[in-house]
């Protein structure tokens, strides 16, 4: 028996109209840039989509010479082809190199995708627990640690021998640095995975901070982070299918 071939995604008739009226309309600044980086003609002054399909797309430019018109034009080959997202994000790394390049600011698509992100993607800037909250933990731990290391403890606090035994507070203590060891562990191997997939959501600074917090305040500082987390799952799920290119 033979195996069944797989399709290779293609653009349609539709898709492929789209993509060269928004790229030629919206973004005719980005395929300039690129027209005078990779075509090698600094001079050109009008650049355009003059074909597009699921392997490349032709760029095509205008300059003038000695008083006359030029013109010429460049193929790119589509390195994955993922649907007419995967065009614009293509197109998009082009621009940001060639306007690198070039001294230019940075393109519109790259703005736009930025702007896009923004609004999808959940801030995991650190949040530090309200002081008193802070100060209590903090204090609590201090408390704690000194009722299970010292043997003759200060008078003022003596009477607590009474309630709980030197050995009972040194448990709960280790305890409460395993459990807090623990969860900076789970926050520093979730905020590598969202570093690793997300660069631009977390950064090692941050987490580094929110792996301290998880350290010293343990669940008191982390409920704000699961927050983030989940809020970042119900973002994720109410993005549209990608079925085109990034919206307007």
């Known amino acids: ?7 290779r995604p293609v653009l349609s008739s539709s898709d492929r109209d789209a993509l060269k009226s928004r790229l030629n309309d919206s973004y005719a600044g980005d395929l300039l840039s690129i ?12 650049a355009r989509i003059q074909d597009i399909d699921h392997t490349g797309f032709t760029l095509a430019w205008e300059w003038r010479e000695d008083g006359q018109l030029q013109s010429a034009d460049m193929q790119h080959v589509m390195r994955e082809f993922a649907g007419p997202g995967s065009v614009i994000q293509e197109v998009s ?9 070039l001294g230019e600011e940075p393109p519109r698509l790259a703005r736009d995708k ?11 800037a650190f949040v530090m627990p309200r002081l008193p909250v802070a100060l209590l933990v903090l204090a609590g731990l201090v408390g704690l640690g000194y009722l299970a290391l010292v043997d003759d403890v200060h008078p003022m606090v ?5 309630f709980v035994s030197q050995t009972a507070c040194y448990y709960i203590f280790v305890g409460c640095l395993v459990v807090h060891f623990f969860e900076a562990c789970v926050v520093c191997a979730v905020c590598q995975l969202i570093k690793t997939f997300q660069p631009q ?3 090692t600074g941050t987490q580094a ?5 998880g ?12 927050a983030k987390i989940m809020r970042q799952f119900a973002l994720a799920d109410a993005m549209p299918a990608n079925r085109g290119p990034w919206p307007r």
């Open 1 to 7: 028996m033979s195996q069944a071939r797989q399709r």
């Open 35 to 46: 027209a005078r980086h990779f075509g090698g003609q600094p001079a050109a002054h009008q």
């Open 93 to 101: 790394e082009l621009a940001v190199e060639a306007c690198r390049e």
């Open 114 to 124: 930025q702007a896009i992100d923004s609004r999808r993607l959940v801030d995991f």
């Open 158 to 162: 003596r009477f607590t021998r009474d």
């Open 201 to 203: 959501q977390m950064s």
């Open 209 to 213: 901070k929110w792996t301290a917090g």
């Open 215 to 226: 350290l010293l305040f343990g669940v008191f500082c982390l409920h704000v982070f699961a």
